[in-house]
T-cell receptor, first 109, second 114 residues
Framework: SQQGEEDPQALSIQEGENATMNCSYK?????LQWYRQNSGRGLVHLIL?????REKHSGRLRVTLDTSKKSSSLLITASRAADTASYFC?????????FGQGTELSVKP | DTGVSQDPRHKITKRGQNVTFRCDPI?????LYWYRQTLGQGPEFLTY????????KSRLLSDRFSAERPKGSFSTLEIQRTEQGDSAMYLC????????????FGPGTRLTVT
């Protein structure tokens, strides 16, 4: 079963705008990760945030984690058409990853 | 570093047939994972190996599924007597003993059972 929920399920924006995706999870975690998946392909690891961290940046990506609310958000700034993909959060459950259902992001040029 | 590779990339089979998929992890990655992903859903964990030992199996892995990693390098996932509900993308990932948190995924094998 899926660990959590992602919101929104789909997001459509114009190039240059920011995109924010949210993830909620149910159990205690060691870390939370975000992955990107282009249509019909494998997953690419974007960023990992540990349970004792509140915010992390990587390039145009900003991830926040609120363990009290069991939620995380992924912000992509200055989006590009190439950012069009599905984005998944995943929590580490003792070695295996438990994924959310994903947010499908469409960035229109 | 060539990344995780999977073979075949696509497989179409008739219901009732057996299929086998192969995964080659990144060299020196001691952990190897199998996930299944259906359309519109996130990947679901199936099983994982540390070296040649299979450490955990999901309840999703019915008796018709078997995974092996005989020499602690490549792994195979076999599905016997395939059913239409087995149609999915089968993803393999690997991680290094020093960075087990970070799993690197292969391109997946898309199975279609007709």
């Amino acid at each position: 079963s899926q660990q959590g929920e992602e919101d929104p399920q789909a997001l459509s924006i114009q190039e240059g705008e920011n995109a924010t995706m949210n993830c909620s999870y149910k159990t205690s975690i060691n870390n939370l990760q975000w992955y990107r998946q282009n249509s019909g392909r494998g997953l690419v690891h974007l960023i990992l945030i540990r349970s004792n961290e509140r915010e992390k940046h990587s390039g145009r990506l900003r991830v926040t984690l609120d363990t009290s609310k069991k939620s995380s958000s992924l912000l992509i700034t200055a989006s590009r058409a190439a950012d069009t993909a599905s984005y998944f959060c995943a929590t580490d459950a003792g070695g295996k990853l438990i994924f959310g259902q994903g947010t499908e992001l469409s960035v229109k040029p | 570093d060539t990344g995780v590779s999977q073979d075949p990339r696509h497989k179409i089979t008739k219901r009732g047939q057996n299929v086998t998929f192969r995964c080659d992890p990144i060299s020196e990655h001691n952990r190897l994972y199998w996930y299944r992903q259906t359309l519109g859903q996130g990947p679901e964990f199936l099983t994982y190996f540390q070296n040649e030992a299979q450490l955990e199996k999901s309840r999703l892995l019915s008796d018709r599924f078997s995974a092996e990693r005989p020499k602690g390098s490549f792994s195979t996932l076999e599905i016997q007597r395939t059913e239409q509900g087995d149609s999915a993308m089968y993803l393999c990932a690997s991680s290094h003993r020093d960075r087990v948190d970070e799993q690197y995924f292969g391109p997946g094998t898309r199975l279609t059972v007709t």
